[in-house]
């Protein structure tokens, strides 16, 4: 079993006693009924020293929730990335939010942007994983009962601090297996997370950087992608610049 696996099933068992009160209606974990496709992940991508981490905040409805992959567009995690296969319901599915896994039509904005940039940058996923990786701060979706989407900065603070410790220090873990030399928060919430690891942590010091979140309701995002995250990556030197 790999450093990685170990480390997300350590993080699954530290979530899933957590409860939440309202507005929050329904849980997903999908490192848990999509264990499968994320293990899949884990282990076809994971393995070895990459010279870069990408972090998101958590999974989105249409992305990883369906898939068990970071930024799981469907179309992108299947045939660029090429991992498919059965994904099993949570317990507690909500109804507005059901789990087709990878028979879900719905697009995952972010993850269409996201990977198509390192497409078009890197051309195949296995030249893209040399030496990148993609992650999670943490694999928890929240949703109200309307089906809208609670991002972890909107709960309250004494139900959010058990989850701050278990995704800290599973970054921390991540962060040690794959020892990368610079660490890019995809929007400013993953970045903060990263600088919290490297304060509080005694090891090596690492670059940190970050890119404009992909999210459709960012309006920089829906102006200036791929543009603006393309220069960012370059202006951190992890991007070359392409000549015509």
Request: with cysteine; net charge neutral.
């Amino acid at each position: 079993m790999s450093d990685l696996i170990s480390a997300a099933i350590e993080l699954r068992a530290a979530l899933a006693p957590l409860s939440f009160s309202s507005p929050v209606h329904t849980v997903y974990d999908p490192t848990d009924y999509a264990w499968d496709r994320h293990r899949d992940y884990l282990s076809r991508y994971g393995s070895g020293k990459k010279k870069v981490l990408f972090l998101g905040m958590n999974p989105g409805p249409w992305g990883m929730a369906q898939t068990g992959v970071p930024f799981g567009e469907i179309p992108a995690v299947r045939d660029w990335i090429g991992i498919s296969g059965p994904v099993s319901k949570p317990e507690i599915e909500h109804p507005k939010r059901p789990i087709e896994g990878f028979e879900c039509t719905r697009s995952e904005v972010s993850g269409r942007r996201l990977w198509g940039l390192f497409a078009d940058q890197f051309g195949t996923a296995e030249a893209f994983f040399k030496d990148h990786f993609v992650a999670n701060y943490c694999p928890l979706v929240w949703m109200a009962d309307t089906g809208r989407n609670i991002t972890p900065d909107k709960l309250p603070k004494n139900e959010i601090a058990p989850v701050e410790t278990a995704c800290l220090k599973h970054l921390s873990q991540i962060i040690e297996i794959l020892d990368p030399d610079h660490l890019v928060g995809v929007g400013a919430y993953a970045k903060t997370k990263l600088e919290q690891v490297q304060k509080s942590n005694s090891t090596r010091e690492r670059k940190i950087s970050s890119i404009i979140h992909p999210s459709p309701a960012s309006p920089i995002a829906n102006r200036d992608w791929p543009h603006r995250p393309v220069e960012q990556l370059i202006e951190a030197g992890i991007l070359k610049q392409k000549t015509t």
